[in-house]
């Protein structure tokens, strides 16, 4: 872990709570001035610790119902094989999260679609049609019971 403190620690999590806190707003909860908070904020994102800002938006409102886990294996493991693998997955949207993982399977992928014929359509004419998958399953989401992009910093000192 990079060179971080309690006080940079109290910022990162006012920060991944509401990015769009003033440092002058951060400043006051974590009893630094604006200056001092300020430095901070921007040291912090020239180390990579925080990587971006971003605003969070509401898959329903936007008619994005859909939420599937596909676990894929691929029918080749070397390592040109697994990098083209995920140079393919990073052009569709739709593959908002996309990790290896140990066991049976190689891959697991977070896909967010409109509903089941939307992500239908989007296996079969796209993911399905990558020629290095061997074995895929998928397992959709019912109800979110909880979502946060918010780590669990208290844990990390």
Known sequence: MENIDSIDINILKQLQSNAGLTAQEIAGTVNLSTSPCWRRINRLEE???????????????????????????????????????????????????????????????????????????FLRQHLAQLPLIREMHSNVAVTQIKYSTELPLDTQL
């Not at 119902?65 to 052009?91: A, P, R």
């Open 47 to 121: 180390i990579g610790i925080i990587k971006k800002k971003v605003a969070l938006l509401d898959s329903q409102k936007l008619g994005m119902q859909m939420v599937t886990f596909v676990s894929i294996s691929l029918s080749k493991n070397d390592e040109e094989s697994l990098e083209t693998f995920e140079e393919q997955v990073q052009q569709f949207p739709e593959i908002v999260e996309c990790y290896t993982v140990t066991g049976t399977m190689d891959y697991f992928l977070k896909i967010i679609t409109r509903d089941i014929q939307h992500f239908e359509r």
